[in-house]
């Protein structure tokens, strides 16, 4: 009897491929997305009564319109939507269409697409939240791209099949890089061999959000230092800089704490808005190898495109004049793709010069800001060199470093600190 009644509790709690568990806990369906919008019409109400809006009635409408946009899905219900997804698959085509009538109103989009982009770029960055914009955009732009590629070039007759093939291959080379570099950047991880006990708290810390983890923190308890001074330890590891307060692990040599993402990565490069998340041991092969394949496919594709609108003209002078492009629609929208592709492709050119250059001088995109703000480095060409002069092996070492680095990706970190000899000593230097 206990077999079958909790084998019905398990077919009635099976969602549908159209049911959701909503953020209340309930469960919902994607047709009932517009019923007991409570907040909502509280705010119409007091809209159309010309009463002001509580402070919160925004944000909490803004919370339920983001947790009813759900996609049916096969497995486990309806999957959430974020929002940040869908402006980059209206934004750009029709911003490149656009740019196709007029070439005046191509400089203004082309002006206007990057403008955005670096607008939005500093609004997120100011929040440190994370956002799918950027990654949602750049496989849009890549899928996009070729879909003109097949649709507006190669029918001219002036591309045949080996370079339809050639495009090809460096679009799924380019998706396979970008598929590793997202398998995460290695994580700093506790020494479980030091670990004594787990405390679970309900209350909220002091350095961490109360909404993280439905308020719950669990704090490791270590038994290292425990036959020492409890104050001297605590005192050595609260002014270290390897000790981290959030992730409270101790970081080994190189490895920082992204404020976006919320873990501490071990040799932290940076945290790419491109790809969504940080640039660290793990995936930094492959960063580089989806930067360099995704250039070599651009630059490819964009000689293929102009050598077929622009057959008269030079490739490094068809970008800057092209007579009578605009005379035909299918031209002109791609010329004015291999214009935006050659934008990115410009910025792209750029990130990838930087990290050659700090790749050859060991330095971290992260170790050359610090060593800048604090004035112990050696600049030259123009910024672009930072050479801290810590961990430089010489060119040959350094490449040698950076090529096997990902094997060592899984060694834990160092022994964790006693987090009851660091709250010791905070209560020691408040009574103080």
Not at 71 to 93: C, N
Not at 261 to 283: F, M, P, T
Not at 303 to 316: I, K, M, N
Not at 371 to 385: I, Q
Request: proline share 5%.
């Amino acid at each position: 009897m206990k077999k079958r009644a909790k084998r019905r509790q398990e077919e009635d709690e099976t969602l549908c491929c159209c049911e959701y568990v909503n953020r209340h806990g309930e469960r919902s369906h994607v047709a009932a997305c517009c019923c007991d919008c409570e907040d909502l019409d509280d705010a119409f109400d007091r809209l159309l009564k010309k009463e002001p809006q509580k402070p919160e009635s925004l944000s909490k409408v803004a919370e339920v319109v983001t947790d009813r946009i759900r996609v049916p899905w096969l497995w486990g219900g309806a999957r959430k939507l974020d929002l940040s997804v869908v402006p980059p698959l209206i934004l750009l085509p029709v911003l490149l269409h656009l740019a196709a009538l007029h070439f005046l109103l191509g400089i203004v989009s082309l002006i206007a697409l990057p403008g955005l982009v670096l607008w939005y770029y500093y609004f997120t960055h100011r929040k440190k939240g994370q956002t799918l914009f950027f990654l949602s955009l750049a496989l849009f732009s890549l899928a996009y791209m070729y879909y003109l590629f097949l649709t507006e070039v190669f029918p001219r007759g002036d591309i045949g099949p080996v370079q339809v093939l050639g495009v090809t291959v460096g679009v799924i080379l380019t998706l396979v890089a970008l598929i590793h570099s997202k398998r995460g950047p290695g994580t700093v991880l506790p020494n479980q061999e030091a670990v004594h006990s787990t405390v679970t708290y309900y209350s909220p810390l002091a350095d961490r959000d109360p909404a993280v983890n439905g308020g719950r923190h669990d704090v490791t308890m270590t038994v290292n230092n425990r036959s020492g001074s409890v104050e001297q330890s605590g005192i050595e590891l609260k002014d270290s800089r390897n000790w981290c307060p959030v992730c409270r692990v101790v970081r080994p040599p190189r490895a920082g704490h992204c404020r976006i993402c919320g873990v501490c990565v071990l040799r932290l490069d940076h945290h790419c808005v491109w790809i969504n998340s940080c640039v660290g041991q793990a995936n930094h092969r492959s960063f580089l190898l989806t930067l360099v394949c995704f250039l070599s496919t651009s630059l490819y594709g964009i000689s293929l495109v102009l050598r077929s609108v622009c057959p008269t003209q030079h490739l490094l002078t068809a970008l800057l004049y092209c007579p009578e492009v605009y005379n035909q629609y299918s031209s002109a929208l791609c010329f004015t793709c291999a214009w935006y592709c050659s934008i990115v492709t410009g910025g792209l050119l750029h990130l990838l010069l930087v990290q050659v250059i700090n790749v050859s001088y060991n330095v971290t995109e992260r170790e050359a800001r610090v060593a800048l703000r604090e004035k112990t480095a050696r600049r030259a060409l123009w910024g672009l060199v930072v050479d801290t002069g810590v961990y430089s092996r010489g060119f040959c070492g350094n490449w040698a470093e950076f090529m096997t680095m990902g094997d060592r990706v899984n060694s834990p970190s160092p022994l964790q600190t006693d987090l009851v000899a660091l709250v010791g000593v905070v209560n020691k230097e408040e009574k103080l």
